[in-house]
């Protein structure tokens, strides 16, 4: 199942799909959460480590010119700066997801009347409605047949 957590409590997990249905799935049914953010982390600091061996160069050519010197520090700033950006967001969006996912405050009364279990199908589902018969094409057998009284 892919979903969002919104929020938590003692024994379960309650998760929204794209279409923002709510859902609560018992903290004994969930096997591994991926909380969002941890790739966005280790990729800033892939190219902020990037950008750092550019700044830090030491070992740049014999021979190279001022101009060379301060364009691999502007490079590495570069890659440095967007890739602190995304590993504080990517550790910043870990982090409250994993704040939400572990908390474990009173257990809520299920939302629907007489389950006292909480159970991943706590949402009513109401029948689709039953779409109207299409209108009948003038000239068509339909249209010269005795009509019906309805009750």
């Not at 941890?38 to 101009?67: Q, R, W």
């Not at 689709?128 to 047949?145: K, L």
Request: proline fraction near 12%; charge should be negative.
């Amino acid at each position: 199942m892919e979903a969002e957590v919104v929020d938590a409590d003692a024994a379960n997990v309650y998760v929204s799909n794209r279409t923002g249905q709510r859902y609560r799935v018992p903290r004994k049914d969930v096997a591994e959460v991926d909380h969002p953010g941890n790739v966005l982390f280790m990729v800033g600091v892939t190219i902020v480590a990037l950008g750092a061996g550019m700044y830090f160069d030491k070992d740049g050519v014999p021979g190279d010119s001022e101009e060379e010197v301060r364009n691999a520090h502007i490079t590495g700033l570069v890659f440095s700066v967007p890739g602190a950006l995304m590993a504080a967001w990517g550790s910043y969006s870990w982090w409250t997801f994993q704040r939400i996912e572990g908390r474990r405050g009173k257990l809520r009364p299920s939302p629907v009347p007489g389950i006292a279990v909480a159970s991943p199908a706590d949402v009513v589902v109401l029948p689709a409605p039953v779409p109207a018969p299409p209108p009948v094409a003038p000239g068509s057998p339909e249209a010269f047949a005795p009509k019906q009284a309805s009750p």
